[in-house]
DNA sequence: TCAATTTATTGAACGTCGCTCATAATGTCA
DNA sequence: TGACATTATGAGCGACGTTCAATAAATTGA
């Protein structure tokens, strides 16, 4: 019994060393672009080695991808918080995944680069994949509550796929504030919600 | 006047040697990850040496750039050739788009790298956004041939997300081959131009 | 024609990268 | 306390993008 414990405590330990780690590196994303952080960067802001970086993931992409899930995960968690108080519309749950994009454009970036990239290892690639699916689950929810009934799925998919087009689009809208970009994709994810609860242009 | 001509056929023989290392790229992309492709390798293909590449690109990211800008202007040619024969449908446009973009995916690649990294030189940036305006304005021409009068301009827009998001979203299905992905796609292509066609879902 | 001059090409060398691994420090327990 | 297991360390490795002095090729003018 207290052999399990010991091991529970090993192990909460260990996870609360990486997380050090974690939180030096999402420090660093806030004040430049993930692909240009470095290891170097990483263990000097978290306030250990090199090498025991390596210690805790078998390498960078690794880490980033560490943090993407937990976002991923944050999301569908609000999600869900969303949808316990009151069924929200398509349109609240469309601009609520747009406003979180613009305040964590790490996180966006990041879903492009392990979409678009590939060379993650088959554990890594699975628990994307994983994430990914509770993220469509939660939008194909919302479409079946606002009375999509045929072809949900797909819709979900179709759906989900215009939200993130929205960034890919305009993340980088030449010479507007971040607030004008903010505006701007938060209008277009409107008018996407419209579109898909059936509403004419 | 001899001596216009003279400079006009040094610029091209300029760019003639520029192509061949432009060609030599774009071997490589045709086999591998363009964010893996190193100046070495490109140097080892086009037969030059690494001194050569930076005579014709301040550095790799232009290199690229310069990739990505030709494929842009090659659809914008595309679309108006479709679209000189006969005026295409909302659905044809978005099926080619997609289809490209599945046949090119390199292409599809640096879009969301170069519009989501920004790490571009000002003559870059604004060489990106000619070329992406370009685009917008043959997708809003084929939303108001379709009759779409009213906010033409955002709602090319909100359709030009919608398109580039299908492909972060399901260029990796997990466990599917190619060709069922473009099935997919195209699938999601045609759902999306419907229902900025005004289609009941 | 041929030296002088301009232009293009070359690749060794530089600083930095992700990552490894022999070594040192620390923790565990009889 | 001493033997053993675990964790942390950072110098070193090969490869990267990029630079630049040296070299080769092309152009010019007399």
New interface residues.
Partial sequence: MTKKKLEELKQMERDSRRKIILDAALELFAVK?F??VTVREISRQAGVSIGTIYNYYPNLTELFLDVFLDSAAEITQMFDNISSKKTPTLEQLCEFYISYLNDN?TF??M??H??????LSPDA?QKL?EIMRELMNRIETALLSVG?K??SR??A??L?????????????Y?GKTDEEIRR?TL??AK??AG??S?K??
Avoid: W
């Fill in positions: 672009d692909r240009s454009m966006y970036q879903m492009s392990f979409m678009l990239g590939g060379e690639t994949d999509c045929t072809n797909i819709t998919h179709a989900f796929s215009a939200l993130n087009g929205i960034m890919i689009s305009y993340a980088r030449p701007h209008r277009l008018m996407i579109v898909f059936g004419k242009l």
